[in-house]
Nanobody, 121 residues
Framework: QVQLVESGGGLVQAGGSLRLSCVAS????????MGWFRRAPGKEREFVAG????????YYADSVKGRFTISRDNAKNTVYLQMNSLKPEDTALYYC??????????????WGQGTQVTVSS
């Protein structure tokens, strides 16, 4: 069992930055690919970014490519999402996820509770 706890969300003006963190419990963190998803009001949850078990491979949704950066520190059981040049359309509840294989909706085994990001115009 893996428990994921996100932090770092908040209210920011358009063009600003935030860094989300997700700490995982347990000793198996490095076995999982990790990712971030988001759910905007009235929309389905969507993939944002993913990172391989050793951090050597990262991938992003087109909507955030070039603005967001995912990273991980296996010694700290933590995955990060650095979000720059934020836009009002980035407003959503952001979820951390642990997956087997490439991160995707069907491969996620564990979800966090989410942290709210609100971007004002």
């Amino acid at each position: 069992q893996v428990q994921l706890v996100e932090s770092g969300g908040g209210l920011v003006q358009a063009g600003g930055s935030l860094r989300l963190s997700c700490v995982a419990s347990g000793r198996t963190f490095s076995r999982y690919a990790m990712g971030w998803f988001r759910r905007a009001p009235g929309k389905e949850r969507e993939f944002v970014a993913g990172i391989s078990q050793n951090g050597g491979s990262t991938y992003y949704a087109d909507s955030v490519k070039g603005r967001f950066t995912i990273s991980r520190d296996n010694a700290k059981n933590t995955v990060y999402l650095q979000m720059n040049s934020l836009k009002p359309e980035d407003t959503a509840l952001y979820y951390c996820a642990a997956a087997v294989g490439v991160v995707g909706t069907t491969t996620v085994q564990y979800w966090g509770q989410g942290t709210q990001v609100t971007v004002s115009s």
